[in-house]
């Protein structure tokens, strides 16, 4: 059975930083696309960030050049680190793969933003 297990949410001041972490246990082959979304309260669910098999990078626009994500394919764990956090990126964040087959959600983790 295919588990993600997000971590390394909390409660930071403004202008801080996090880095969250998402591992992948399990048996999930064919790995495309691993990423980051999240839901702020009343909201629906956003994509924060994306990285490719072979790559390849995208952001939402609030967040570039002030969030990271990068993925490490031997440990199938995918990171977020995030900088420069404003009250506005509060909410919980989700981790999601893609494989040829199916889509798979973690838990989520949540980044509170306050002072």
């Known amino acids: 059975q295919v588990q993600l297990v997000e971590s390394g949410g909390g409660l930071v001041q403004p202008g801080g930083s996090l880095r969250l972490s998402c591992a992948v246990s399990?048996?999930?082959?064919?790995?495309?696309?691993m990423g980051w979304y999240r839901q702020a309260p009343g909201k629906q669910r956003e994509l924060v960030a994306t990285e490719t098999s072979s790559g390849n990078r995208g952001y939402a626009e609030p967040v570039k050049d002030r969030f990271i994500i990068s993925r490490d394919n031997a440990k199938n764990t995918v990171y977020l680190q995030m900088s420069s956090l404003k009250p506005e990126d509060t909410g919980v964040y989700y981790c999601n793969v893609r494989t040829t087959a199916r889509a798979y959600w973690g838990q989520g983790t949540q980044v509170t933003v306050s002072s």
């Open positions: 399990g048996s999930i082959s064919s790995v495309n696309t």
